[in-house]
């Protein structure tokens, strides 16, 4: 059983593009003619009007990147879209400058009669100290397929095509990764020098890429005088430099628990640990899982907490919003893409057999449903900071995780507990190491050299695992397979601050009101970006500008470790 993308709702054809991109070029120059030099003016009106184009944007460019990501083959049809679209945008950069130029009288006279836009021109006004001039934006958006998107575009095309040899046959990227999670170590070894050669045969490519990524950013920082270079990310994100810095100190603060668990791992495997040992399995009965009793299991969980979520997983299945499995050119990884409001989420996975699949289904649907509920918000709010995007998928992983528990016996249970640490660790101290990475990388304004990546890659990794684990030479090369380093510069620390969010939203579910708890998640993900993350969060009664928060989701980290030793 496989699942492929129906994109009709997006388009059925090129023509239907080419149709409509004209249509909206029309309706863009319009909008500029109508209301340039007159945006003192503007009401309710003609914020949705604006919001009607940029939707019109989103969607050729949704449909021309699940075309590109089905097949990477594509990218000229993916370019040329993207070359159009920068064109129609160009006629409506004028008005998000022009409003942040306003003085601040009539900015507020605007802001009280925009209704749910309100936060939206909020947002600008906080970010008009780094806009450039109209010409200076115009210029750079021309010049953006150019930079570092076509960098990542190179990346994409490149590991999507990648192939690996092992044993007699070629795997893609996500089979060989794939192989690390096999019980057999001699099969995980060999795995990990296969990866590693062809990361070593392509490390002058992967070190220019990474290296232009850096230099695309530093100019962007220096020319709109951000305080930094993560300051962009922590804008988009609505989020205080202080709340960042705080979560990534608590994590750093704990890394001993991602030593401590990987001492007690080494003991019930029987042998020191290395890289390649980091998902060995400690339940080595498990059986390979199909596509099917995966789907059925996380279909199962979200029954049981709520019959919304059940419907719209149901919804997904049947309607066309998934493709499933590993083909020749498509891309590697795993997303779910919000689209627009007028069509719905599409959900890519690479679905292996592994045990872990199952988690990366519950992962990407909650992202799903997330973005399903959130549409009702409009395309100007829907997208939710990546702060907050993290926490439905996580939820809906500690959702399947609690569900599983409950069925299995105590053999089992350890290998569930196991893995679900691994995940934390990787979805929370792993990200934060990639951030320390990024933060030592993006200090240097020179270009650095494969060695540099290497030894940084190296020292920040091996302060997580400490002594429980050895890192081999050929892991230092393993930061340049790394998508975010490349798409989303600062992106990781969104899932560490996700992952502790979640666990203390998880606990307070487990030990309050369900119903009532579910009414109010439920509430909280369909606001999708409409209001700020504190906002959003306080209603749970949780401030995340407290540095103490954090503590919260930590302890939840500590029990989890606890009960795993128990059963030891």
Known sequence: MEHNWDLNALFSNENEVNVFLEKLTKKAQNFEKKYNNKIAQVSLEVIAEYEELLEGIGRIMTYAFLRFAQDTRKGDFYAKCEMSCNQVEKHLLFFEIAFCALDSKKQKKILNQAGKYAYYLQKLIEKKQYQLSLEEEKILLQVAPLGADAFARLFDEFFSTLKIPYE???????????????????????????????????????????????????????????PNKETFRHLSNHISQKSVDSLIDIVNANMSLVERYYFAKSKILGHKLKDYDRYAPIDTSSKEVSYLEALKAVLECFKGFSPLFYEIAQKAIKQGWIDSHPRNAKRGGAFSHGAVPSAHPYVLLNFTSNHRDIFTIAHEFGHMIHQELSKQQGYLNMDTPLTTAETASVFAEMLLFDSMKKKLAKEELIGVYASKLEDIFSTMFRQVVMTNFERRIHTHDQELKPDDFNAIWLEENQRMFGKSLKLTKRYALWWSYIPHFIHSPFYCYAYAYGQLLVLALFGLYKRSDKKKFIKIYEDFLSKGGSASPRDLISAFGFDIEDPKFWEIGMQEVVKMLKEFEELL
């Open 168 to 226: 007699g046959e070629c795997k893609s990227e996500e089979e060989i990764l794939a192989l690390l999670h096999h019980s057999d170590r001699s099969i995980r070894k060999k795995a990990q020098k296969a990866f590693s050669a062809k990361l070593q045969e392509s490390q002058l490519l992967l070190t220019y890429i990474l290296n232009m990524v850096r230099k695309d950013l530093q100019i962007k920082s220096e020319l709109r005088n951000y």
